[in-house]
């Protein structure tokens, strides 16, 4: 079986979730660092606090049965804050590929190659510049897996996420393109191609277009033809930003045709609210307020943000929460936390924090469950989705023997 949900490690205590629920369930699991999270050591690694080589090693000393995939998420160009000086595109694509090879050297399994974003400051790039420079890295990456003698699998994206679906005609033009420059530079198909399939995220909410019950329907049928027109080219869709959905919401995007799902920053506020109500149960109302005030004073929120915005400063610390965990006062409101559970015998933080974000995580599962599917594999008329990725298999087992 084949992981079909990827979890973004938006923070440590996510990570050991994941491994938990993957171990408790044996359910295999994506875990889809993006390289702000993780990154090689010469960019200074991620808020995380981990390079690219101690987050895998951090994995595997947890996982001896390989249920857990590394997987890279947004890596691309400019997509870690040390190439925002970079102002040359070929400087960005050398500087994005060497993360990739740390990547591969550290043996992950999935490489998702997003190339959407331009130089921060100027906004996202053209449909052709990005499709142009996606075959470029991918191609580039194709030789230094084959240099390498490493089995790895693709995920492509050549445009931010939106609240719409695509228009199917430009999506499978657009798609077209990009795997006939693919095939002409002799690598294997990508595994996932990800689509506009009406989710996206902002603020503490699921604002996309499918989570408008009177819009619903007529997204998941722009959805189902998305997923054919992958399937069609032996590639499989995979849907970003499916946070904050009901299991059946998620459900029905995955009999709709989606192969795969990504959640990330519904975990980070997760713990962030579970810490809020360890912080007011152990009566450390200072530390509570520490908290809020580190986390919105870090200004990570904004980018969460919907134009027309009326969130409160609590709710925009909420949001930015798992971004200062990491840091020294987060770390010692924490540990203030912890001492006062351990004083009154309680369960450690650590241990409440990871049992909230693991009930997420397995919700998302119940919605795989209950979508019947065969051996993880989509079929389209004389063709396996698996038989037309190049590799797959090979680079499944690759991975999960690497573990």
């Known amino acids: 079986m084949e992981p079909v949900v990827g979890i973004g490690p938006v923070s440590r205590t996510t990570v050991d979730a994941a491994l938990a629920v993957a171990r408790r369930t044996r359910t295999p699991l994506m875990l889809i660092p993006s390289r702000r999270q993780v990154d090689a050591a010469e960019f200074g690694g991620g808020y995380l606090g981990w390079t690219t080589e101690e987050f895998a090693a951090y994995v595997r000393a947890r996982d001896p049965h390989g249920l857990t995939m590394l997987c890279r998420d947004h890596g691309g160009p400019w997509m870690h804050t040390a190439e925002a000086r970079l102002a040359d595109p070929d400087e960005a694509l050398d500087s994005c590929l060497r993360s990739f090879t740390a990547d591969l050297d550290a043996g992950f399994g999935l490489l998702h190659i997003d190339t959407s974003e331009g130089r921060p400051g100027t906004g996202p790039v053209s449909a052709r510049t990005a499709a142009a420079r996606l075959v470029e890295l991918y191609a580039r990456c194709h030789a230094e897996a084959t240099a390498r003698g490493s089995q790895v699998a693709y995920e492509i994206g050549f445009e931010p996420q939106d609240v719409s679906t695509n228009d199917p005609d430009e999506f499978k033009a657009a798609l077209r393109l990009v795997l006939e420059g693919v095939e002409a530079a002799g690598a294997p198909l990508p595994r996932y191609v990800v689509a506009q399939t009406g989710t996206k995220v902002a603020e503490l909410r699921n604002v996309g277009r499918f989570h408008d019950p009177q819009a619903r329907a007529e997204t998941l049928r722009q959805v189902s033809t998305l997923a054919a027109i992958c399937h069609q080219e032996g590639v499989r869709l995979k849907a970003h930003n499916c946070d904050y959905l009901t299991t059946e919401e998620t459900a029905s995007l995955l009999r709709a045709g989606v192969d795969a799902f990504n959640v990330a920053p519904e975990y980070g506020v997760t713990e962030t609210r579970a810490l809020l109500r360890v912080l007011e149960e152990m009566e450390l109302g200072a530390a509570k307020e520490d908290f809020l005030r580190l986390a919105h ?27 200062v965990f990491g840091t020294p006062e987060g770390l010692r409101i924490r540990d203030e936390a912890a001492r006062a559970l351990a004083r009154r015998g309680r369960p450690p933080l650590e ?3 990871r049992e909230a974000v693991s009930e997420r995580i397995e919700a998302a599962l119940h919605a795989v469950a209950a979508v019947p599917r065969t051996a993880g594999t989509a079929m389209v008329p004389g063709r396996s989705v698996a038989a037309g990725a190049a590799g797959d298999a090979g680079a499944a087992g690759a991975a999960g023997a690497r573990r």
């Open 297 to 323: 004073d870090s200004g990570k929120w904004r980018k969460w943000m919907l134009e027309a915005t009326d969130a409160t400063d609590v709710e925009r610390a909420v949001i930015a929460g798992h971004y």
């Open 351 to 353: 241990t409440v924090l």
